[in-house]
């Protein structure tokens, strides 16, 4: 029994059983025997059972998103607009089934075509930050190219994904199709990942435990997609709108208490609009509410768990020059108010590592060079924003940064019809978008002689 904490009142909310090791043996058996199953069934079957999956979501909707900020500690609001996500992932992955094909290839002697052929079972590892979000960015699509999902979820926050297990039970999938696992990923995740029947591990979290699950899977040599951590900077210049760009870049920062593997915890401003962008900036963090996430005007809830507060602490040393505009809330839960970091040694902690908490270090730059140079001084590369009037500058800056999405005059990172994953050490493979259909499927070449 593991006990689920609501980081918010500290209250003990659920004792879910973990999944016995023994159990995974037949759970893969089972799973592959439902993917053989599914991947005959007509396609349209497959269509309309995702698309059943989505009505099932929306009719469980308000449900599903108590439980994500009960467990999360995410405010409501968020909560219910990261369900609504999960229901038009599989609104979009229903469509994708009979859109996606492959290629003919001009040879000599015959007809050389390729088609997609599923993986065959699939495990989903998925993290604490966004639980049924993220997992649903790979359940959907790997059950669209025919293939079986084993989820597990982390260990603080199953509740969702295990709601969301039972919701969907009453669409018709084939007996064992989509599963679900508890219990410690050193135990029941390392199982997964080593077992022979899983074809491909589907990751998020950190890039540490990603490299250990590199490693396991290379045993078996699974396919992988890693959804590893971040480091990521918006870019700030002079001519940009400072106030908008202010105003984005706190939520970019701040949204879900900085646990967000796209969070901006890096902002760089040109030098001249330095001081003009740290108060704008500072006034938007103010504004901010960190309190009870049930209620409708939170912007932000508490860190996930006591070890999470006090790492992401261990960020703010006497040397560093901080403001903290906007009031903390009182204990009991892992309250930890937005700090701003103003103009940190460049090799400091705060400035290298991914905090994964609400703080952020401001730095000035010089010239587009030494922004590019600053942006890409990092091992991770996943997200990235420019702000600039300037339409030729912001093509450069975007080309120039080794970061795998980045939005102009935006902070967003994610939309479900386009491609997201990481450079360097944030991870390998693509979620979402039609990309997805690849990391679910293998490319099989068939060749077809014309000489009798
Ligand atoms: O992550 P882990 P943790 C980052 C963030 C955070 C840090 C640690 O910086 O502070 O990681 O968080 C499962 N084999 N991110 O400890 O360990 C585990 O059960 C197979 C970034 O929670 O990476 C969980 O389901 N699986 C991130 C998942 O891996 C294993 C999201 C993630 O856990 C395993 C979360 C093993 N040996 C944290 N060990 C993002 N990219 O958004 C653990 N797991």
Request: proline share 5%; charged share 20%; glycine share 10%.
């Amino acid at each position: 029994m593991t006990q689920i904490i609501n980081p918010a009142t500290l209250n003990v909310i659920a004792e879910p059983r973990e999944t016995p090791i023994e159990a995974i043996e037949a759970i893969v058996a089972r799973a592959q025997r439902a993917q053989r199953t599914w991947v005959r069934l007509p396609q349209s079957h497959r269509i309309d059972a995702l698309r059943r999956v989505a009505v099932a979501v929306r009719s469980n909707l308000e449900d599903l998103a108590l439980l994500e900020t009960a467990n999360v500690g995410k405010p409501i609001g968020d909560s219910r607009g990261e369900v609504g996500m999960v229901a038009d992932t599989f609104d979009y992955y229903a469509g994708a089934v009979d859109k996606y094909y492959g290629n003919t290839i001009p040879v000599d002697g015959g007809l050389d075509f390729t088609v997609r052929e599923p993986i065959g079972v699939v495990a989903v590892i998925a993290p604490w930050n966004f639980p049924l979000a993220i997992a649903s960015w790979n359940i959907a699509p790997a059950l669209a190219c025919g293939n079986a999902v084993i989820v597990k979820p982390a260990e603080m926050t199953p509740l969702s994904i295990l709601k969301f297990e039972e919701i969907i039970r009453e669409v018709d999938l084939p007996d064992g199709l989509f599963q679900v696992v508890t219990g410690r990923g050193s135990v029941v995740g390392q199982a997964l990942t080593e077992h022979p029947g899983v074809g491909k591990i589907s990751f998020t979290g950190s890039t540490e435990t990603g490299q250990t699950v590199m490693r396991t899977a290379a045993g078996t040599m699974k396919r992988l997609t890693l959804e590893l951590g971040g480091k990521s900077a918006s870019v700030v210049f002079a001519d940009a709108d400072l106030a908008l760009a202010a105003q984005a870049s706190t939520g970019a920062v701040f949204g879900n208490s900085g646990q967000d593997c796209c969070a901006r915890s890096r902002v760089l401003v040109e030098r001249s609009a330095y001081d003009d962008f740290v108060a704008l900036f500072s006034e938007a963090t103010g504004r901010l509410v960190v309190g009870d996430p049930m209620n409708e005007g939170t912007s932000m809830g508490p860190l996930v768990s006591a070890a999470h507060l006090a790492k992401v602490g261990s960020f703010l040393d006497g040397s560093l020059n901080i403001l903290s505009p906007a009031a903390n809330q009182e204990a009991p839960g892992h309250w930890m108010a937005p700090h701003i970091v103003l103009d940190p040694p460049r090799d400091h902690r705060v400035v290298r590592e991914e905090i994964f908490g609400p703080i952020v270090a401001i730095l000035p730059f010089d010239t587009e060079e030494d922004a590019i140079a600053l942006a890409n001084d990092t091992i991770f590369g996943l997200s990235g924003s420019v702000w600039t009037r300037d339409i030729g500058r912001s093509l450069r800056v975007a080309r120039g940064m080794e970061t795998g999405s980045i939005s102009v005059n935006s902070s967003t990172s994610v939309r479900i019809q386009a491609p997201f994953g990481g450079f360097k050490q944030s991870g390998m493979g693509r979620e979402l978008g039609m990309a997805a259909m690849d990391g679910y499927t293998e490319t099989k070449n068939i060749f077809i002689s014309t000489a009798i």
